[in-house]
């Protein structure tokens, strides 16, 4: 029924010029009024970092910390963490070195082709107190040397999620990546993961050890069923979860629109995930991800409009039912669609935070709107299976000339007499935290170079009439409401 009245309010909107409200009626419990509910990991947003940087993250980056800490203040948990990338699969392990890791680029700007890392590295992931999910190299076909990282990775890090074997395969033949060599395809791929599951799970004795996948090309060809179609009982007891990148890509506008982003996360991985619920009961995670790939685009990736895409982008997946979701983190202030570096925060951190913020203490999510419009609308809910908070979600571009539109919304089984809100806004889709432009979630902003909030916190109210109320929310523009 909402639904019904969302499309008519939109072609009443389209005929007459004026933003109609749309209306979306809260479910008031998890299970009610037919539509899709799913679970949620008690901190669903995580960071992954780059594997050579890792080590400059965490002991010459002030913000690193703070940014992480920001969200277990929120949430009671330490966001999860993923060590790995391109660079996974150009590391060796080194036992003998006392350096974290050991490489020399030309520029500070850059990648390095190979490096070796020591057991301090492990160590070091071993200090993060929340949990580490830790990729290591398949890419130089050496399982001797792999299989060494990954004992000093059982042994130190006291927290570990999972194993990485292989960061994006498909790649590897592209790469000169020895294992690659003479066929290499989906179905050659999978053995080899299902080999190397065996092995490193076997070598350190541990089952559900292993996050496998690892891809970037798209599901199905590079996705979890064929790959699940190729693996036996001896392999699969070893895997923990099944993981796949993405990188959506495209202008600010594009990346921004709530359709744009459904239409990614479900076409793309709704079947795969499914086909993993179904086959194995086991997580599927997103265990790289971000904005534009290589880094990020200079003028899409750290703008305001990618903050919205994050928040879209977090709840629709978790609304998919993939459990968590790893913002990729490359190198240290050369990385566009970073959500902090050595001196700025950038403007994704504030969608990420929001995000954040509207998932804490929540153990389910639903999508109240069908996702094929800009106007987006999400409810939680908690441990008794109450609805917690909704989201609003205007997602129309805004260029900051001309006049900027407003749509409303209206929410419908409300109780109480008025409910709170918090507001995330910014001059428009192209503001940039890492520019000094006025960027805030509830009246707040994050410090940079120590990501520390600032500012006064500020809410919003809303009375609520016959269990209703309506809310504005600009073009570009998102509203938290506390239930
Ligand atoms: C998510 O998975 C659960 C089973 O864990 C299922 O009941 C639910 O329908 C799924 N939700 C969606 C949106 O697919
Ligand atoms: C920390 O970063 C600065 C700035 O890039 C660099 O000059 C310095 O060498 C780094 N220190 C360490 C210990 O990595
Ligand atoms: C699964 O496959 C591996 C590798 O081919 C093999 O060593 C193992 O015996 C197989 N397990 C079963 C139960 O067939
Ligand atoms: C952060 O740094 C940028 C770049 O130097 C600057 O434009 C901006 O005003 C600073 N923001 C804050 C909140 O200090």
Request: neutral net charge.
């Given at each position: ?5 969302q ?52 002991t ?22 993923r ?28 990648a ?28 130089k ?114 990346l921004?629109?709530?359709s744009?982003t ?57 609304a998919?039912?993939?459990s ?28 990420a ?11 389910y ?9 800009n ?22 571009y805004?260029?900051?000339s ?63 009439q016959?269990g ?13 409401v506390?239930?």
């Open positions: 029924m909402a639904r019904l009245i499309l008519a309010a939109i072609c009443v909107a389209a005929v007459q010029g004026v933003d109609a409200a749309v209306s979306f009626a809260i479910p008031n419990t998890v299970g009610a009024g037919g539509r899709s509910y799913a679970p949620l990991d008690p901190a669903p947003v995580g960071i992954s970092f780059e594997f050579f940087a890792f080590p400059s993250y965490f010459n980056v002030t913000a690193t910390n703070q940014c992480l800490s920001n969200w277990k203040d929120l949430t009671g948990t330490w966001p999860p963490i060590i790995g990338g391109t660079t996974q699969d150009r590391a060796s392990y080194d036992a003998s070195t006392s350096a974290y890791v050991v490489y020399s680029v030309a520029s500070p700007a850059d390095p082709m190979t490096l070796t890392f020591g057991p301090k590295f492990m160590t070091l992931a071993g200090t993060y107190p929340g949990r580490v999910v830790v990729g290591l190299n398949r890419g076909n050496n399982i001797a040397n792999t299989i060494a990282a990954a004992k000093m990775a059982v042994a130190e890090v006291k927290n570990l999620l999972a194993i990485e074997l292989g960061n994006e395969p498909e790649y590897y033949l592209k790469d000169g990546q020895p294992i690659a060599a003479g066929t290499w395809n989906p179905s050659v791929d999978a053995t080899s993961q299902v080999n190397w599951n065996i092995q490193v799970g076997s070598a350190v004795g541990k089952t559900y050890i292993i996050q496998t996948g690892n891809w970037n090309q798209a599901p199905p060809e590079w996705g979890a069923a064929q790959f699940i179609a190729k693996e036996n009982t001896t392999s699969k007891q070893y895997v923990r979860h099944y993981a796949h990148h993405n990188y959506p890509g495209g202008t600010i506008q594009k921004q629109t709530h744009q459904a239409s990614n996360v479900r076409n793309l991985f709704e079947a795969d995930v499914a086909a993993v619920k179904r086959q194995t009961g086991k997580e599927y995670v997103l265990g790289e991800t971000n904005s534009v790939s290589g880094g990020g685009a200079a003028n899409v990736s750290p703008t305001f409009g990618a903050a919205l895409w994050t928040l879209d982008y977090i709840l629709l997946a978790a998919t039912n993939i968590r979701v790893y913002f990729h983190h490359g190198t240290v202030s050369n990385c566009q669609y970073c959500f902090w570096g050595r001196y700025s925060i950038g403007a994704p951190y504030y969608g935070t929001a995000a954040v913020a509207f998932l804490a203490g929540a153990r999510i639903s999508a109240l709107d069908a996702g094929n419009t106007y987006a609308a999400y409810a939680s809910f908690d441990g008794e299976r109450r609805p917690l908070r909704v989201l609003l979600l205007n997602s129309d805004y260029t900051g001309g006049s900027r539109g407003v749509q409303s919304f209206t929410l419908t089984g409300l109780t109480g007499q008025a409910v709170k809100a918090k507001r995330l806004t910014a001059g428009s889709s192209l503001s940039r935290a890492d520019r000094g432009d006025d960027l805030s979630f509830g009246g707040q902003f994050w410090v940079n170079g120590t990501c520390v909030v600032g500012g006064t916190e500020r809410f919003e109210t809303a009375s609520v016959n209703q109320a309506t809310f504005d929310v600009k073009a570009a523009e998102a509203l938290i506390n239930l």
